[in-house]
């Protein structure tokens, strides 16, 4: 599991497609930050802190009745707002080991994490996707002529 950290003031939408419409909870993990005299503060996430589909705050809850099916944005934040009393939100200091630690490690890029998932792929998989997403017909030829492997079967490369 990932923890999404977002600045204060950061834009953020969740789009999800809808095939059941009625209540839903969708629960984010992870923190807000701001900076305060130039140190670094955390907060963990709170449903109140964004907007549900219908577009109105959410609540204590991140359960949400999403009254349509379809594509649409079901959590989202932008320039700071919705706003939460600062009493409701749990600021910590980030300390400087932290702030080290967190230097050091970096979030991967959606690249990076792509190519770790696709490289953690069996090859058949990786052909079925490849057919899937584009390749048809024609796309099943390129992919056995390359590979000529098939779940079951022994790797042979051409």
Do not use: C
């Not at 059941?20 to 709170?46: C, D, H, N, R, V």
Request: avoid cysteine; charge should be neutral.
């Amino acid at each position: 599991m990932s923890n999404l950290v977002l600045d204060e003031d950061q834009f953020f939408e969740l789009k999800a497609n809808i095939t059941s419409p009625g209540y839903q909870t969708m629960a984010l993990t992870g923190y807000l930050t701001k900076q305060k005299g130039g140190e670094t503060y955390i907060a963990p996430l709170l449903p109140r802190m964004f907007y549900g589909a219908d577009g109105n705050q959410l609540g204590a809850s991140w359960r949400q009745n999403i009254p349509a099916a379809g594509e649409q944005v079901i959590l989202s934040r932008s320039g700071g707002l919705p706003k939460v009393g600062e009493p409701d939100v749990y600021w910590r200091k980030v300390t400087k080991k932290e702030e080290v630690i967190a230097e050091e490690v970096k979030p991967m890029s959606l690249l990076d994490q792509f190519t770790a998932w696709w490289t953690s792929l069996p090859l058949w998989q990786q052909a079925l996707l490849v057919i899937a997403v584009g390749g048809g017909m024609f796309g099943l030829y390129k992919v056995y002529k390359t590979w000529k492997h098939l779940p079951g079967e022994p790797l042979v490369y051409a």
